[in-house]
């Protein structure tokens, strides 16, 4: 059983700083991408920002410049760093891993339960 954890969301004022981790756990072989979503309320789910297994990054225009990605393959660790955050920016966030739990079974999405993230004054 593969379950991924977020941890790092909260209450922080315009400007400010946060740092989100997701952390995979159970039985993994191989994690190929990476990557952060947000849901805010009343709105479809977005991507913000993925890694592939080779450390190349994608992110959303509405976050460029400002999050950065990263990943520690031996902890099975995804970050998200947020700089100059927005008012824009509160959503719950998301992990999700593209991963396949032993070497004989099929690349699967697997996905966190989410963390709030709220910017306000």
């Known amino acids: 059983q593969v379950q991924l954890v977020e941890s790092g969301g909260g209450l922080v004022q315009p400007g400010g700083s946060l740092r989100l981790s997701c952390a995979a756990s159970?039985?993994?072989?191989?994690?190929?991408?990476m990557g952060w979503y947000r849901q805010a309320s009343g709105k479809e789910r977005e991507l913000v920002a993925t890694?592939?297994?080779?450390?190349?990054?994608n992110y959303a225009d509405s976050v460029k410049g400002r999050f950065t990605i990263s990943r520690d393959n031996a902890k099975n660790t995804m970050y998200l760093q947020m700089n100059s955050l927005k008012p824009e920016d509160t959503a719950v966030y998301y992990c999700?891993?593209?991963?396949?739990?032993?070497?004989?079974?099929?690349?699967?999405?697997?996905w966190g339960q989410g963390t709030q993230v709220t910017v306000s004054k």
């Open positions: 159970g039985n993994i072989f191989s994690i190929n991408s």
């Open positions: 999700s891993f593209t991963l396949k739990p032993y070497y004989n079974t099929r690349l699967g999405d697997y």
């Open positions: 890694i592939t297994s080779g450390g190349n990054t």
